[in-house]
T-cell receptor, first 112, second 118 residues
């Protein structure tokens, strides 16, 4: 089983739609969670951290479910500019150092 | 406030050659990690440098080596290039080694170096 699993998509949604992505992780000791956005042939950019109580940033909402070991990203009122790949990142400790693991990414295409 | 900078942006090499990629971390960051991202894949961890030492390493052969300098900048060296080494190489920096149990700061990425091996 992969350490971090994501549905690669693509998710094709119309403008204005609400879309949600999930990401599951295998290590129950995982401590920090992030969502990154990556545009085609560009570097990943931090979208938002994911906190235990859930957090919101404008149209974006992130949730963490430790019991089921998954995090989610909800995008409301999708814009054309939201088209990108969304990478799930999970951190956990091993041998005294944090290990950062990326999912494969979920591709979102917002259609006019 | 300069972010993470990488050079060169693009590089074309021939099988068997050697390549060196460079990275300067974001101001205030002292930990540098290198990732390889093949097309359609998520970034794969190569190694991490802190205090001029390799602290962690992913599943990459010894052909991949690195270095960190006193000013926290870093190099990634790949010897005996293979066609499969063609990828986007990403450098990421973070503000130091967090203590176990504490919140881990997110990584900040450079623009990457796109390496093509022919």
């Amino acid at each position: 089983r992969k350490e971090v699993e994501q549905d690669p998509g693509p998710f094709n949604v119309p403008e204005g739609a609400t879309v949600a992505f999930n990401c599951t992780y295998s290590n129950s000791a995982s401590q920090s969670f992030f969502w990154y956005r990556q545009d085609c042939r560009k570097e990943p950019k931090l979208l938002m951290s994911v906190y235990s109580s859930g957090n919101e940033d404008g149209r974006f909402t992130a949730q963490l479910n430790r019991a089921s070991q998954y995090i989610s990203l909800l995008i409301r009122d999708s814009k054309l500019s939201d088209s990108a790949t969304y990478l799930c990142v999970v951190n956990y400790w091993v041998g005294g150092y944090q290990k950062v693991t990326f999912g494969i990414g979920t591709k979102l295409q917002v259609i006019p | 406030d300069a972010g993470v900078t990488q050079s060169p942006t693009h590089l074309i090499k021939t099988r068997g050659q050697q390549v060196t990629l460079r990275c300067s971390p974001k101001s205030g960051h002292d930990t540098v990690s290198w990732y390889q991202q093949a097309l359609g894949q998520g970034p794969q961890f190569i190694f991490q440098y802190y205090e001029e030492e390799e602290r962690q390493r992913g599943n990459f052969p010894d052909r991949f080596s690195g270095h960190q300098f006193p000013n926290y900048s870093s190099e990634l060296n790949v010897n005996a290039l293979l066609l499969g080494d063609s990828a986007l190489y990403l450098c990421a920096s973070s503000p130091g080694q967090a203590r176990e149990g504490s919140y881990n700061s997110p990584l900040h990425f450079g623009n990457g170096t796109r390496l093509t091996v022919t």
